[in-house]
């Protein structure tokens, strides 16, 4: 009888533990299954920052396409697929849709855009869209573009108000003979403490044009301008006393054009 009693002692102290843990192994899943229920098990907008916002390319210019790309913090441990909106005030720019965000840091490219730069100011916001309930998302600071004499950019404007003369303007400023794609004429190039301005001149026509968007990379020799009134984009580079390049009309073609100093 006491062997037998033994017996059931001993057999109890392996049984009960694994019942025990069975039973809690059954609350838990219990538990997770609830809070999946609820959303704990998901990511929320709250656990999300948007720490970095670009576009390329920078500058745009207006008529350019423009692709933005984010790079956008998960706070919790969950992961999953969400769609993310790019928006200016109320208007939608460009989505990235069904992308999975990890825990974590997380680099996002949204598809190119038409999107116009038409206002003085354009601040961007990011939304995001889980299980189709659209909630905007914090930002770690204010993303708004500024408008330069080479465009609009997200980063630091390469020049900011009246100061000293940079030492590579002679090299582009003054006057300028031209020859646009057998259209022969003279070119300027003026600098007004901030910006660059220009203008061109057809000998055909007999009268000036003028220019906007110009700039020049002084470490590249890369120039660019925009004539506006025959919607044409000038590309060029600067060598010495000679800028050859090409130019389009309302972004199509590629037409040559060379400009030089005697």
């Known amino acids: 009888m006491k062997k037998l009693v033994w017996v059931m002692i001993v057999g109890c102290l392996f049984v009960v533990p694994e019942l025990v843990q069975a039973q809690v192994d059954k609350m838990i899943d219990q538990f997770l299954e ?32 423009v692709s933005f790309r984010i790079t956008i913090a998960n706070d919790s441990r969950h992961s999953g697929r969400i769609t993310l909106v790019v928006k200016d005030r109320d208007e939608v720019i460009s989505e990235a849709r069904d992308v999975n965000i990890s825990s974590g840091e997380n680099s996002i490219d949204f598809p190119e855009t038409n999107y116009r730069f038409s206002r003085e100011d354009h601040c961007f916001t990011v939304e995001a869209d889980i299980e189709r ?63 660059w301005s220009g203008r061109i001149w057809f000998n055909v026509l007999a009268r000036w ?17 925009y004539n506006p009134l025959r919607k044409a984009q000038y590309y060029g580079t600067l060598s010495g006393d000679r800028i050859e390049g090409t130019f389009s009309h309302g972004g199509t073609g590629s037409r040559p054009w060379a400009a030089w100093r005697h």
């Open 34 to 65: 609830k809070g999946e229920q609820r959303g704990e098990g998901r990511i929320r907008p709250e656990d999300l920052r948007i720490v970095q916002m670009e576009f390329s390319p920078d500058p745009v210019r207006q008529g350019q396409q």
């Open 133 to 195: 309930n659209r909630r905007p998302i914090s930002l770690a600071k204010e993303f708004c573009a500024q408008r330069t004499s080479i465009g609009w950019t997200l980063g630091e404007p390469y020049h900011e108000g009246p100061g000293p003369r940079p030492a590579h303007l002679s090299r582009i400023e003054g006057s300028w003979f031209v020859n646009v794609d057998n259209t022969a004429g003279k070119l300027e190039f003026n600098w007004t403490g901030n910006a």
């Open 209 to 225: 044009e003028e220019l906007t968007d110009v700039s020049i990379d002084p470490g590249t020799g890369q120039v660019q301008f």
